[in-house]
């Protein structure tokens, strides 16, 4: 079964820096775009990066650009996103969102996953 899984959230103080990490586990043939999204409270989901399949190809909304940085390690299925400086606005919940590509039944599948999430908290 496949399944993605946040990890790397918590609580920090305005200026500092988090890295959050998202792990696919199952079998799986590939992993193409990914991208890391966020939702604050009573605010919709905003994507914040993403990056293509082969990691040539990045792109960041523009709050967080300079910021945060999106990298990927596909020996070992994880995309990481590298926070910087960050600031209050920066607090949500944060979504890692990936396609994948397995095998089932024999036959080849492209299908969307969320993770759970993972809470990231700016003190000001």
């Known amino acids: 079964q496949v399944q993605l899984v946040e990890s790397g959230g918590g609580l920090v103080q305005a200026g500092g820096s988090l890295r959050l990490s998202c792990a696919v586990s199952?079998?799986?043939?590939?992993?193409?775009?990914v991208g890391w999204y966020r939702q604050a409270p009573g605010k919709q989901r905003e994507m914040v990066a993403g990056i293509t399949a082969g990691g040539g190809s990045t792109n960041y909304a523009d709050s967080v650009k300079g910021r945060f940085t999106i990298s990927r390690d596909n020996a070992k299925k994880t995309v990481f996103l590298q926070m910087n400086s960050l600031k209050p606005e920066d607090t949500a919940v944060y979504y890692c969102n990936a396609d994948i590509s397995y095998y089932s039944n024999y036959v080849r599948k492209l299908t969307n996953y969320w993770g759970q999430g993972t809470q990231v908290t700016v003190s000001s």
């Open positions: 199952g079998s799986i043939l590939g992993i193409n775009a």
